[in-house]
């Protein structure tokens, strides 16, 4: 699979460690941005040229980028097809902003997009356009269902993350965002357990732990004096990502499925960052064969650009005009781009490619892990992967699953950046390596990437 790369990349035959020092852009940044930033804290780089894989910062230096605006970039950074439809955007004339008013640009998109949904859901598909986020489309969701069932509560799982608004805040799992708020907006929220396999929250694990987790969901939504209202709608990330990169079992997904058409509850998947071939899947829920009543996406939609959309079959479709709304929902560069990714996910197999990538990474980490009992869990789907890190000293859990290692993720992250490799955390503690290149990312960069984690795991201990 061609992908344009810069030109000086990291060397493979010698250890190359970078220093960091901060630069007058970073300090100027450090002084003047928010104190809410985030990623310049852990990964303090100056970036100035970008191309495929690679970032290069002002310093000159190359990093490969398993970040990729947090899953955004799916074709990677500047690639030449989302160039060719920005620029034929600008040489066209086209209006580049149009609120929701439609455009044969707007219309290619929705095709393109609808070609790639389950047939089942495109022939009664509805799409809302929203505001440039996914936290946005998290919001328009919501709205939805509730005023299409007449039910104002919702369910979401622990270790969940959807956005950080404030109706979207309501629906996640980490504490530390919402804890400072008091009281947040839309506070009919249900929190069930997920079924993190590795750290199962009824201590089971394997089928044993799925059926308890879904026997759990069954009888909440059907005791007459469970003490729950019935919901509006489940909302649920197939793979959680902020989590910690948590695959959903599918049986259990499509239990989830089978008990919210019984009682009548919109389930709703949140494909924001796991949607667009990144799990080896069009879309992530498609591994489990169901039809969600609601689909959310954003991220790659949009070819690197801010886009985002909700998709949704059409018994739902019950709101009144104006119910949702956002003056940027009509970004024209932004859909020309998306067109463009889509139709090259398609055309170059992207998906299978996604799929032989990942699991040629995990191969690599499960060699590691044989060296490093620090890798306690090695899981994920596709180009979407984890590594949760563990104190191989510390005491057992009722699985037999030793601690989370916080202490040692950031070392790992930092050392993996003095040897150009750009990567992020999450999960449970921040103890989650997390690998989300782009999905052009080519056998032999696979190989380098998992030979920079073992050395910097290395370095780390």
């Not at 009824?202 to 729950?228: H, I």
């Not at 910690?244 to 019984?262: C, K, N, S």
């Amino acid at each position: 699979m061609p992908v344009a790369t810069i030109e000086e990349q990291p060397a493979t035959s010698a250890e190359t460690l970078y220093q960091f020092n901060e630069s007058p852009l970073l300090a100027r940044q450090s002084r003047q941005e928010s104190n809410a930033r985030s990623y310049p804290r852990r990964i303090p780089l100056a970036l100035k040229r970008a191309k495929g894989i690679y970032v290069e910062d002002v310093e000159g230096r190359t990093f490969i980028d398993c970040l990729a605006g947090a899953g955004t970039l799916a074709l990677g950074h500047n690639h030449p097809v989302v160039i060719e439809a920005i620029q034929q955007v600008l040489t066209d004339e086209l209006p580049l902003h149009t609120l929701d008013l439609t455009t044969p640009v707007k219309d290619r998109f929705v095709q393109d997009l609808f070609s790639l949904l389950p047939p089942a859901l495109a022939a009664e598909a509805k799409i809302q356009f929203c505001g440039p986020t996914g936290t946005d489309a998290v919001e328009a969701a919501l709205k939805l269902v509730r005023t299409a069932t007449g039910r104002s509560t919702v369910i979401s799982f622990q270790g969940g993350y959807h956005g950080m608004s404030q109706g979207a805040l309501s629906l996640m799992g980490s504490l530390g965002p919402k804890k400072p708020l008091g009281a947040l907006l839309g506070s009919g929220v249900q929190f069930m357990p997920y079924p993190y396999d590795y750290r199962c929250p009824f201590g089971l694990g394997g089928a044993a732990g799925v059926k308890a987790n879904l026997s759990y969901l069954e009888n909440l939504l059907n005791d007459p004096e469970a003490g729950v209202q019935l919901p509006a709608a489940v909302i649920v990330e197939v793979v959680q990502g902020e989590g910690g990169v948590i695959p959903a079992d599918m049986d259990w997904l499509r239990g989830v499925r089978r008990i919210t058409e019984q009682t009548g509850v919109a389930l709703i998947v949140d494909e924001i960052q796991s949607g667009f071939a990144r799990t080896g899947k069009m879309f992530a829920f498609e591994h489990a064969g169901i039809i969600p009543d609601v689909v959310v996406m954003s991220k790659a939609i949009g070819g690197s650009l801010p886009l985002a959309v909700v998709v949704y079959r059409d018994w739902l479709d019950t709101w009144l005009p104006g119910a949702h709304a956002g003056t940027f929902r009509g970004n024209q560069m932004a859909m020309a781009a998306g067109c463009a990714v889509m139709r090259y996910l398609v055309e170059h197999k992207v998906c299978e490619h996604a799929a032989a990538m990942g699991e040629r990474l995990a191969e690599h980490l499960r060699i590691l892990q044989r060296d490093f009992p620090q890798l306690g869990d090695i899981r994920g789907r596709g180009l979407m992967l984890g590594v949760e890190l563990v104190d191989p000293t510390g005491a057992l859990d009722a699985q037999g699953h030793p601690p989370a290692f916080a202490r040692l993720a950031p070392l790992v992250q930092r050392e993996c950046l003095k040897r150009g490799l750009i990567l992020e955390l999450g999960g449970r503690h921040g103890a989650v390596v997390r690998f989300l290149p782009p999905l052009v990312i080519t056998a032999a960069e696979i190989d380098r990437v998992a030979e920079i984690f073992g050395r910097a795991l290395a370095a780390s201990l």
